[in-house]
T-cell receptor, first 116, second 112 residues
Framework: NAGVTQTPKFQVLKTGQSMTLQCAQDMNHEYMSWYRQDPGMGLRLIHYSVGAGITDQGEVPNGYNVSRSTTEDFPLRLLSAAPSQTSVYFC???????????????FGPGTRLTVT | GEDVEQSLFLSVREGDSSVINCTYTDSSSTYLYWYKQEPGAGLQLLTYIFSNMDMKQDQRLTVLLNKKDKHLSLRIADTQTGDSAIYFCAESMDTGRRALTFGSGTRLQVQP
């Protein structure tokens, strides 16, 4: 299994440009989510999905769109990039409860985005 | 509201024990986690503790939970240079969303 993969690893955008960050998982996980990580801060939830066709907003959804047409893929779209969106973006997935009763989240390696 | 706080930096010598502390505000947390992030990498789950437990030990890692003070700690015994990383504590409450609320992370530096 490749686990959770993200592309690209690095991206530089100009203000106002749009782009899609890709996330895929091959573990047949029903739950997927996007976080952003800013210096000196923990990860903050942007959007999440509990299954194909179902998405919802997290803590910081403004400026981002998501869709979930398949179980495997959960792309994150920036419609009009702003410097405030400069961050490292992590995708995560999880499935059923573990034997310990919790949901283990698997994180991708991240996409480092700079908006100038 | 949800808030998780950690100190930003800890420096220890190789072979010493490291203790990373975390406080949280929401008493309805069900699980508390410790994640490790190495440079340029994603987060890796180190260990977790259920909210009805006081302590959990897993090899070199010991997690202590004080529910009264809403304080969580991670002790790493015999700290190695390979333990140098950022350590995040996180809590989960809304199991439907499975969302995690993270602290800001503690950078552990292990000096040889």
């Amino acid at each position: 299994n490749a686990g959770v993969t993200q592309t690209p690893k690095f991206q530089v955008l100009k203000t106002g440009q749009s782009m899609t960050l890709q996330c895929a998982q091959d573990m047949n996980h029903e739950y997927m989510s996007w976080y952003r990580q800013d210096p000196g801060m923990g990860l903050r939830l942007i959007h999440y999905s509990v299954g194909a066709g179902i998405t919802d907003q997290g803590e910081v959804p403004n400026g981002y769109n998501v869709s979930r047409s398949t179980t495997e893929d959960f792309p994150l779209r920036l419609l009009s990039a702003a410097p405030s969106q400069t961050s490292v973006y992590f995708c995560a997935s999880s499935n059923s409860r573990t034997s310990g009763g919790y949901y283990e989240q698997y994180f991708g390696p991240g996409t480092r985005l700079t908006v100038t | 509201g949800e808030d998780v706080e950690q100190s930003l930096f800890l420096s220890v010598r190789e072979g010493d024990s490291s203790v990373i502390n975390c406080t949280y505000t929401d008493s309805s947390s069900t699980y508390l986690y410790w994640y490790k992030q190495e440079p340029g990498a994603g987060l890796q789950l180190l260990t977790y503790i259920f909210s009805n437990m006081d302590m959990k030990q897993d090899q070199r890692l010991t997690v202590l939970l004080n529910k009264k003070d809403k304080h969580l700690s991670l002790r790493i015994a015999d700290t190695q240079t390979g333990d140098s990383a950022i350590y995040f504590c996180a809590e989960s409450m809304d199991t439907g969303r499975r969302a995690l609320t993270f602290g800001s992370g503690t950078r552990l530096q292990v000096q040889p």
